[in-house]
């Protein structure tokens, strides 16, 4: 049976209690999203008849995730960054036990992990201190009093203790089950039985490429989506029979045990910084990233510097982060990702990069040509929009502003500049994923941007965005099937990195113009960057994958795509000088 450890009356007690334990605490797993986002370390479902594929047990955690109003799931960092003389998981628990029990604010219960081979002799439910809680293989579950907190120190600044808000369980959270993500093995748009598929079945197309169309299938539709194409003879796979399953696995943390992927090396020195939340072995809160950017500064004061360029319609700040050896005659190179709230990938990847390039540049290891480079980067653009789609719908893609008119939320940030702006691509319906804006540039994420940029023009080299997915280097235009004056350089460039690419994971990437890989994309950065500022390189990089996974790439491609990102931008460096 699993243990209660936590529950006593006093600090002491509790401290006494874990030092009686003789079991070992490890570090605690990241875990996301709930109850419904425990299932994977739940015992394994059974699965109900018919396609809506869900287990009485699950069915009965949402009902209960429901119940529990204003109780929130919380995480412990042990991160390590203050000196002690006994630095272990074990005593860092223990201490964090006794010191939470002094504050005596809150409600603390500590479950201890038991071996997956045991769930099957344990109850479905326990019910401690009237709160359910179900059984779970995760190291502890905190259930704490509500509170309005992203963050909470519970010592003094630099602790090593920190809580960290991953779900509020509220009634509000969006919910998948049972849709699922097509392949339709069909390009020719204006042919009238595909046209009327899409209208009558589709969603949401989340990509369009050579390869097909990926489409989201909502579960009330699939039965009907497929006697049609048995009906027209379309070709299709089904590359997600269950967002929700797939959603949960983008909530998980990859143990090194998992892969065999030699760039998959958790050991490298850039990826184990002292007093950083980031892993890259999951994905990340925006508390997390910009407490990241936080210690690249601390750690590489010489190098670094953080500019705040705005707020976000939550008035979260814009946050970017400058590398450079200070020389005057330096290129810039301003690089954004998250651009698009469910893209999880790209940001994780950025990051990665600015680790890595941060590190080797301290250790006089960089590539030379990246030494003489003034870096801005940007790594979550839409951090309202992010931390939504981390906290309530997974598949959120737009900001948060507010439409009162209509009652709907957001703005897609990738149609609100101003070339091309309200044209193809785009809809002024501010309900639909690609809304585009009452009015260009009407966010203050985009203004942001725009005046950052237009403050840079006359040494601008080159911009990237990263985004998520498709596999693919594209360049101006995304409005029109026009070529610019400088193609023939940018495709020059796109090339290069995609052998890079090759040489590095075997990764094939596709190469074109932003319209003839994505069709019409009006209103983006990356256009409004080329007529305005006209910098050398311009380019969308999307990362993993080609479909399998689309926007929820589970969190063992974080490695891989980080080194893409990496790879691109010492392209860039290199072209550049």
Same mark, same amino acid.
Request: glycine letters at 10%; charged letters at 20%.
């Given at each position: 049976m699993p243990q209660l450890l936590a529950a006593a009356s006093s600090?002491?007690? $509790?401290?006494?209690?874990? =030092?009686?334990? +003789?079991?070992?605490?490890? $570090? !605690?797993?990241?875990?996301?999203?709930?109850?419904? &986002?425990?299932?994977?370390? !739940?015992?394994?479902?059974?699965? *109900?008849? +018919?396609?809506? $594929?869900?287990? =009485?047990? #699950?069915?009965?955690? %949402?009902?209960?995730?429901?119940? /529990? $109003?204003?109780?929130?799931?919380?995480?412990?960092?042990?991160? +390590?960054? #203050?000196? #002690? +003389? %006994?630095?272990?998981? %074990?005593? &860092?628990?223990?201490q964090f036990v006794e010191d939470f029990g002094d504050r005596g604010s809150a409600q603390l219960l500590v479950w201890r992990s038991v071996p997956m081979p045991a769930l099957a002799a344990l109850p479905e439910l326990w019910t401690l201190n009237s709160s359910e809680l179900y059984e779970a293989t995760f190291e502890s579950l905190q259930w704490l009093s509500p509170t309005d907190l992203r963050r909470f120190d519970f010592l003094s600044p630099g602790s090593t203790y920190q809580i960290n808000r991953r779900y509020r369980n509220d009634a509000s959270v969006r919910r998948y089950y049972g849709h699922q993500l097509w392949k339709l093995h069909e390009t020719r748009l204006g042919q009238p039985k595909l046209r009327a598929f899409l209208r009558r079945f589709g969603s949401e197309v989340w990509n369009i490429n050579q390869d097909g169309i990926d489409i989201i299938i909502e579960h009330k539709n699939v039965a =009907? *989506?497929?006697?049609?194409?048995?009906?027209?003879?379309?070709? /299709?796979?089904?590359m997600i029979d269950d967002i929700e399953t797939a959603i949960d696995e983008t909530y998980t943390e990859v143990n090194e045990a998992d892969t065999d992927n030699t760039l998959a090396n958790y050991s490298l020195p850039w990826l184990n910084r002292e007093g950083a939340l980031l892993t890259w072995r999951r994905y990340h809160d925006q508390g997390d990233m910009q407490q990241f950017l936080q210690n690249i500064l601390e750690t590489h004061s010489e190098l670094a510097e953080i500019v705040q360029i705005g707020l976000t319609r939550n008035k979260r700040p814009l946050e970017v982060l400058r590398i450079s050896n200070g020389n005057s005659n330096n290129w810039a190179v301003f690089v954004d990702a998250g651009m698009q709230a469910r893209d999880w990938l790209s940001p994780a990847a950025l990051t990665y990069a600015i680790s890595k390039l941060s590190w080797l540049w301290e250790q006089g290891e960089a590539d030379k040509a990246m030494r003489h480079i003034d870096w801005y980067f940007l790594p979550l653009a839409n951090p309202d929009g992010y931390q939504y789609s981390r906290l309530t719908d997974r598949l959120w893609t737009k900001n948060r502003n507010y439409d009162s008119a209509s009652g709907c939320y957001g703005v897609n940030l990738d149609r609100n500049f101003d070339y091309g702006w309200g044209q193809a691509g785009s809809t002024s319906n501010p309900c639909k994923n690609l809304y585009h804006g009452a009015k260009s540039f009407s966010e203050p994420e985009t203004r942001a941007i725009r005046n950052f940029l237009l403050g840079m023009r006359d040494y601008l080299g080159a911009y990237v965005s990263f985004g998520g997915y498709g596999q693919a280097i594209t360049y101006p235009w995304g409005d029109a099937d026009y070529v610019t004056s400088n193609q023939r350089e940018l495709r020059h460039t796109a090339r290069q990195a995609i052998l890079n690419f090759r040489r590095l994971n075997h990764a094939e990437y596709s190469m074109g113009s932003s319209y003839r890989q994505k069709l019409a994309r009006s209103g983006n950065a990356a256009d409004w960057v080329q007529q305005h500022i006209e910098p050398q390189y311009v380019y969308n990089v999307f990362l993993k994958d080609q479909g399998r996974y689309g926007y929820l790439m589970p969190p063992h491609y974080i490695l891989e795509s980080g080194e893409e990102a990496y790879e691109f931008l010492k392209t860039i460096a290199q072209q550049l000088n």
């Open positions: 600090s002491s007690s $509790r401290y006494d209690f874990f =030092a009686r334990t +003789g079991d070992n605490l490890v $570090r !605690l797993p990241f875990f996301g999203g709930g109850v419904a &986002q425990l299932l994977r370390y !739940l015992r394994p479902m059974e699965l *109900a008849g +018919g396609i809506e $594929r869900r287990s =009485a047990l #699950r069915m009965a955690l %949402d009902e209960n995730y429901v119940s /529990y $109003r204003g109780a929130q799931l919380w995480k412990l960092n042990f991160n +390590g960054t #203050r000196k #002690r +003389g %006994d630095s272990s998981p %074990d005593a &860092q628990f223990n =009907a *989506a497929q006697q049609y194409m048995e009906q027209t003879a379309f070709s /299709y796979n089904i």
